[in-house]
């Protein structure tokens, strides 16, 4: 299977962005690894007709059709050199349809075992590229494909490959482990087998630029962050040598490469502050990181914007350096453009919410950007995947924000937002739901306390009960009483009660509710 970038999968700070999100992000890396597959796919199986010269000269083939399959099996068996070479061509062609070749027909025929013995057939030369591109698009397919791939102990084939001075060759051979590499088992075989030193030489050896392409994307596919922590650990100190050269692909000519580097560094640095740190020592790394975000290109953005994200879950240390280099007012740019994707003003706002996190400072920094307002303008008027990333940001002001900041997102109508969110939720027991009332219940029980202030200062409350009553808030919240999650139902019962006990009527009836007659029960009208 052919893995490619993505959305994301970085982890988060400690705080309300947790450990399930981080998990989530990874899952929609991994949607969109896949979506990014099949269009490189059908790329470069668009170009099969510009190859056949490569392959047979000016002598036209017959066209591949899959009835002969059982034919050309014979004939690859049982035929005579050359037209062992012509029926492998066919099925190969068979293999390179743009659209749903039939992979799984050939595999039930047996002949990719012949593929496999024809991958050291170097007294054939045109034979053994054929093999290599037919058991390459395989590769290419689903996960069980990809895995029949590597069962069949191409990993080692193909390892010995790489050293070969056809060009043609080894840009198949490169593919197919670029497609090994998207899993666990031939990702293994592989780093065991050096194949990130091997590859790393092939990049330094000035290859042309297809070849450096699939170099690099093949190398950042080895780079990929391991589910299993140990398997990360153990992987970990096979991966460190070649980080510099990451760094050194970031200044490519090759737009392709500098993003496959981008993403191959943001995989590195996607954990704890020690793979942080591992990235971020390099030389001017995150300078250059910001130069390439600058560029405003979204394929190499998203990617540098990971990277910098990934920084910013570090420690504190680790934050300010990129808000010294002025990731703040980069991010207030690109969320101020029209122009800008949806994906990198995901990735935007979920970095944004995890400096959120850190030290006051910081999280005044992000005030002084005027920050808040895009999160906020962004709860309220995006696509739920950004507006997720957002409600975390207003959540950990929530849990951490001074009162000033506090009483600021408020100001912004920030609970309307939240509250919209929380309607658009069909799981009362989720994550994102959990998030978000644990917000609006901290927001609520302080926002008394901050009109008090304000009509000490003389000036209008915020009267937010008196907002979230007439947005149906209260009614929403009614649904979420009985959530499976405990820590769901008890927020969702601790706003309810906000209504039921008139919290909010204080000096001059701030929050505009009917104050109780005496000896009689608060009500609000729903």
């Given at each position: 299977?052919?893995?490619?970038q993505?959305?994301?999968?970085?982890t988060s700070k400690v705080?309300?962005?947790?450990?399930?999100?981080a998990?989530?992000?990874?899952?929609?890396?991994?949607?969109l690894r896949?979506?990014?597959?099949e269009?490189?796919?059908?790329?470069?199986?668009?170009?099969?007709?510009?190859?056949?010269?490569?392959?047979?000269?000016?002598?036209?083939?017959?066209?591949?059709?899959?009835?002969?399959?059982?034919?050309?099996?014979?004939?690859?068996?049982?035929?005579?050199?050359?037209?062992?070479?012509?029926?492998?061509?066919?099925?190969?062609?068979?293999?390179?349809?743009?659209?749903e070749?039939p992979?799984?027909?050939?595999?039930?025929?047996?002949?990719?075992?012949?593929?496999?013995?024809f991958?050291?057939a170097?007294?054939?030369?045109?034979?053994?590229?054929?093999a290599?591109?037919?058991?390459?698009?395989?590769?290419?397919?689903?996960?069980?494909?990809t895995?029949y791939?590597?069962q069949?102990n191409?990993v080692?084939?193909?390892?010995?490959?790489?050293?070969?001075?056809?060009?043609?060759?080894?840009d198949?051979?490169?593919?197919?482990?670029?497609?090994?590499?998207g899993?666990?088992?031939?990702?293994m075989?592989?780093?065991?087998?050096?194949?990130?030193?091997i590859?790393?030489?092939i990049?330094h050896n000035?290859?042309?630029?297809t070849?450096l392409?699939?170099?690099?994307?093949c190398m950042s596919?080895l780079?990929?962050?391991?589910?299993?922590?140990?398997?990360?650990?153990?992987?970990?100190?096979l991966?460190?040598?070649v980080?510099?050269?990451?760094?050194?692909?970031l200044?490519?000519?090759d737009?392709?490469?500098?993003?496959?580097?981008?993403w191959?560094l943001?995989?590195v640095?996607?954990g704890?502050n020690?793979?942080?740190?591992?990235?971020?020592q390099l030389?001017?790394i995150?300078?250059?990181l910001?130069?390439?975000v600058?560029?405003?290109d979204?394929q190499?953005c998203?990617?540098a914007?990971?990277?910098?994200?990934?920084?910013?879950?570090?420690?504190?240390e680790?934050?300010?350096?990129?808000?010294?280099?002025?990731?703040l007012?980069?991010?207030?740019?690109?969320l101020?453009?029209?122009?800008?994707?949806e994906?990198?003003?995901?990735?935007?706002?979920?970095?944004?919410?995890?400096?959120?996190?850190?030290?006051?400072?910081?999280?005044?920094?992000?005030?002084?950007?005027?920050?808040?307002?895009?999160?906020?303008?962004?709860l309220?008027h995006?696509k739920?995947?950004?507006?997720?990333?957002?409600v975390h940001?207003?959540?950990?002001?929530?849990?951490h924000?001074?009162?000033e900041?506090k009483?600021?997102?408020l100001?912004?109508q920030c609970m309307?937002g939240?509250?919209?969110?929380?309607q658009s939720?069909k799981?009362?027991?989720s994550?994102l739901?959990?998030?978000?009332?644990?917000?609006?219940?901290?927001l609520?029980?302080?926002?008394?306390?901050?009109?008090?202030?304000?009509?000490g200062?003389q000036?209008a409350?915020?009267?937010?009960?008196?907002?979230?009553?007439?947005?149906?808030?209260?009614?929403?919240?009614?649904?979420?009483l009985?959530?499976?999650?405990?820590?769901?139902?008890?927020?969702?019962?601790?706003i309810?009660?906000?209504s039921?006990?008139g919290?909010?009527?204080?000096?001059g009836?701030?929050?505009g509710?009917?104050?109780?007659?005496?000896n009689?029960?608060?009500n609000i009208s729903?």
């Amino acid at each position: 299977m052919m893995y490619q970038q993505q959305e994301h999968t970085g982890t988060s700070k400690v705080g309300v962005s947790t450990e399930r999100e981080a998990a989530r992000r990874r899952g929609d890396a991994a949607t969109l690894r896949a979506k990014k597959k099949e269009e490189m796919m059908r790329e470069k199986r668009g170009k099969v007709n510009e190859s056949e010269s490569i392959i047979t000269g000016s002598a036209p083939l017959p066209t591949a059709d899959v009835k002969s399959l059982p034919e050309y099996v014979v004939g690859v068996r049982q035929g005579d050199p050359e037209r062992r070479q012509l029926c492998t061509t066919l099925i190969r062609k068979l293999l390179s349809k743009a659209n749903e070749p039939p992979i799984k027909q050939v595999i039930e025929t047996g002949v990719v075992e012949d593929f496999t013995r024809f991958l050291s057939a170097f007294e054939f030369p045109k034979l053994q590229l054929e093999a290599a591109w037919a058991i390459c698009n395989i590769a290419s397919g689903t996960e069980d494909e990809t895995n029949y791939i590597i069962q069949l102990n191409t990993v080692p084939q193909f390892m010995q490959l790489l050293t070969t001075a056809n060009e043609d060759l080894l840009d198949q051979c490169l593919w197919a482990l670029g497609n090994i590499a998207g899993e666990p088992s031939g990702k293994m075989q592989m780093l065991e087998l050096d194949a990130l030193k091997i590859i790393q030489q092939i990049v330094h050896n000035n290859p042309s630029e297809t070849i450096l392409r699939n170099a690099t994307w093949c190398m950042s596919n080895l780079v990929r962050k391991e589910k299993d922590a140990e398997l990360a650990n153990k992987t970990l100190p096979l991966i460190m040598p070649v980080l510099p050269t990451f760094r050194e692909l970031l200044t490519a000519k090759d737009k392709q490469v500098v993003c496959d580097a981008c993403w191959a560094l943001s995989y590195v640095s996607d954990g704890n502050n020690n793979r942080i740190q591992l990235v971020m020592q390099l030389p001017e790394i995150v300078p250059t990181l910001m130069r390439i975000v600058a560029m405003h290109d979204s394929q190499l953005c998203s990617p540098a914007l990971r990277t910098l994200g990934n920084f910013a879950t570090g420690t504190d240390e680790q934050t300010q350096q990129v808000i010294n280099a002025g990731l703040l007012h980069t991010l207030k740019k690109i969320l101020s453009s029209p122009n800008t994707k949806e994906g990198v003003v995901n990735e935007c706002c979920w970095t944004i919410s995890n400096i959120l996190l850190g030290t006051d400072e910081q999280r005044a920094c992000v005030f002084k950007s005027e920050l808040h307002v895009d999160i906020i303008s962004y709860l309220q008027h995006s696509k739920l995947k950004i507006k997720k990333e957002c409600v975390h940001g207003i959540a950990n002001i929530a849990e951490h924000g001074t009162q000033e900041e506090k009483k600021i997102i408020l100001e912004y109508q920030c609970m309307k937002g939240l509250h919209f969110v929380l309607q658009s939720l069909k799981d009362t027991s989720s994550s994102l739901a959990a998030t978000i009332l644990r917000a609006m219940e901290t927001l609520l029980t302080e926002a008394p306390g901050i009109d008090e202030i304000l009509i000490g200062m003389q000036q209008a409350p915020l009267d937010v009960l008196k907002d979230f009553r007439e947005d149906g808030g209260f009614v929403t919240i009614e649904s979420f009483l009985e959530s499976r999650n405990e820590d769901i139902a008890a927020s969702a019962q601790s706003i309810y009660q906000l209504s039921q006990d008139g919290v909010g009527f204080i000096q001059g009836n701030a929050f505009g509710l009917d104050a109780p007659q005496q000896n009689q029960p608060f009500n609000i009208s729903m």
